[in-house]
């Protein structure tokens, strides 16, 4: 369902600062004293990976660059060796120079850290992806399933997902995103990376399976995500899925499955508010030519008194009455044909926008030689022709003059205007 499916893959939030979130302390460290020093030793990268938070927390980007660098150059321990890494791939991705980011990124991702690995592994995978190189993201998500961790397998799994889908793989992208999906016995436990996943996988799931025709799979999905977080988007695939099951089930009353004797009779009443509802479903949806096609067919129903009330709901909330000709014959007023026309063909407004347009521009012909005082009888005349020729170029035009003369016939016992009415001018006999 095009109209409610999901929008495009998107794995959740950035992660806070690389080593966690905390307030805007004052600088640390002075951005001018950031400089290169010699030879740092192992025991001075923890301090300049702190210094280098600092500055990139504030927006020197440069200097902290160089501070990680310098942390990296310390061949410290693994833990700390893949924070300085980690450090420098964020700072370098700000920085705008992707080669530099994925490359800190790998060597982050090479020391195996429990910690920080899956982060870098994280990156690195959405930047890749950004880039359509959906090989390598594999490998990295791939990767990030064997790091562990159930935040970061679900965000492995969603990753995975996307791979898939553009491959075409669809069984297999489904099976990804049911395992993202997955919660702990906890839920509480979730952190904001894991819930965010969770709720951006039932959005794109769900979306896919309404777009493939299954609601029902569709709606399990939903109600995944609305189980860690309560959102309009949620919401609003659920109600679709809802919506598919409506159509379904109002489609097997207007055409039912035959029964043993081969008969498939359904209460006229029933029916006509089947096809009422199922057509402003499948317009709802987005689909006006499969909406008239249930009108007409309601319309044309073997059972008259079913097509009776199909015609009846096509009337509802028409303002006009059935009036009496010069016989005391009931009548149907000549426009009520088309307005029933705009509620098969779902087109009232345009009809609607046809009808004001015209009005508009016979109430500007009129009014033109009001405001101006125009007293010449040619002159008015002139305008009334005009104003009267109007509605010719509308569907309907026709119609709306031939009620004229039948009403002026009727009133006269005569038919006193000429053939082509009112398309002649004064020189054709007007």
């Not at 009846?312 to 059935?322: K, L, N």
Request: overall charge negative; aromatic content about 4%; proline content about 9%.
């Amino acid at each position: 369902m095009t109209t409610t499916s999901g929008s495009p893959a998107h794995p959740g939030p950035d992660e806070p600062p690389v080593d966690g979130p905390r307030p805007q302390d004052p600088l640390a460290v002075d951005p001018a004293d950031a400089q290169a020093t010699d030879a740092p030793s192992a025991h001075d990268a923890p301090g300049l990976c702190e210094q280098a938070r600092d500055l990139a927390e504030n927006g020197h980007l440069k200097q902290a660059a160089k501070l990680y660098q310098q942390a990296v150059a310390a061949n410290p321990p693994p833990a700390v060796q893949a924070r300085a890494l980690l450090g420098l791939a964020v700072v370098e991705d700000q920085r705008g120079d992707l080669p530099a980011a994925r490359d800190a990124a790998r060597r982050a991702l090479a020391t195996g850290d429990t910690r920080h690995a899956p982060r870098a592994a994280y990156h690195l995978a959405l930047s890749l992806e950004q880039e359509g190189a959906w090989e390598e993201a594999a490998r990295v998500w791939r990767r990030l399933l064997e790091l562990g961790g159930p935040a970061y397998t679900a965000v492995a799994h969603y990753g995975l997902a996307r791979d898939a889908e553009e491959r075409g793989e669809t069984d297999r992208a489904e099976a990804h995103w049911e395992a993202a999906l997955d919660l702990p016995a906890d839920p509480g436990s979730l952190g904001p990376l894991h819930s965010d996943t969770v709720v951006e996988a039932a959005r794109d799931l769900a979306g896919r399976l309404l777009e493939r025709g299954r609601p029902e799979a569709a709606k399990a999905a939903v109600e995944r995500g609305l189980a860690v977080a309560d959102t309009p988007e949620l919401r609003l695939l659920r109600a679709a899925a809802h919506l598919e099951h409506a159509i379904a089930d109002l489609g097997s009353v207007v055409a039912p499955e035959p029964d043993a004797d081969g008969a498939a009779r359904t209460e006229p009443a029933t029916s006509g508010a089947a096809v009422e509802l199922l057509a402003g479903l499948l317009a709802l949806r987005g689909e006006p030519d499969a909406a008239e096609r249930v009108w007409r067919s309601g319309l044309a129903a073997r059972d008259p008194e079913a097509a009776e009330q199909v015609r009846r709901r096509t009337r509802r909330g028409f303002a006009s009455a059935p009036e009496e000709d010069a016989n005391g014959v009931a009548a149907l007023p000549w426009w009520e044909p088309y307005l029933e026309e705009a509620a098969v063909t779902s087109s009232t407004p345009v009809l609607a926008g046809e009808l004001f347009a015209v009005v508009t521009r016979m109430h500007a012909l009129l009014a033109v030689p009001l405001v101006e005082g125009e007293a010449r009888p040619s002159a008015l005349r002139t305008v009334m022709e005009q104003a009267l020729r109007t509605p010719g170029d509308t569907v309907w035009g026709a119609d709306v003059h031939a009620d004229f003369r039948r009403r002026l016939h009727e009133a006269m016992g005569e038919d006193p205007l000429p053939e082509g009415w009112p398309e002649h001018g004064p020189g054709d006999g007007f």
